[in-house]
């Protein structure tokens, strides 16, 4: 079984800045691809970034250059740094991480977060 614990979602200003983190604990082999996915009222799911085991990443033409997704593979963390923050960035944020469970038989997991809220005002 593998939890994810996110944080850092909050109220800010339009152009600001947020920082949120996402730590997986749990029986973890491996970690293979992490990322943030965002869901605004009414609206479908929808990735942001990922980022591979190798650390390339994806992102999501709505968040080039003003969102940065990273991870620290020692503490099985992955973070996204949010800056120039719009009012449409408003959603709750959900991560996801994919990998290999140490169980006996090491099965595949993929686990989402409990989703954290960002609200970006004009």
């Known amino acids: 079984q593998v939890r994810l614990v996110e944080s850092g979602g909050g109220l800010v200003q339009a152009g600001g800045s947020l920082r949120l983190s996402c730590a997986a604990s749990g029986s973890i082999f491996s970690i293979n691809a992490m990322g943030w996915y965002r869901q605004a009222p009414g609206k479908q799911r929808e990735l942001v970034a990922a980022?591979?085991?190798?650390?390339?990443?994806n992102y999501a033409d709505s968040v080039k250059g003003r969102f940065t997704i990273s991870r620290d593979n020692a503490k099985n963390t992955v973070y996204l740094q949010m800056n120039s923050l719009k009012p449409e960035d408003t959603a709750v944020y959900y991560c996801?991480?994919?990998?290999?469970?140490?169980?006996?038989?090491?099965?595949?997991?993929?686990?989402w977060g409990q989703g954290t809220q960002v609200t970006v005002s004009s």
């Open positions: 980022i591979t085991s190798g650390d390339s990443t």
């Open positions: 996801n991480v994919e990998g290999i469970s140490s169980s006996y038989y090491h099965t595949p997991f993929g686990s």
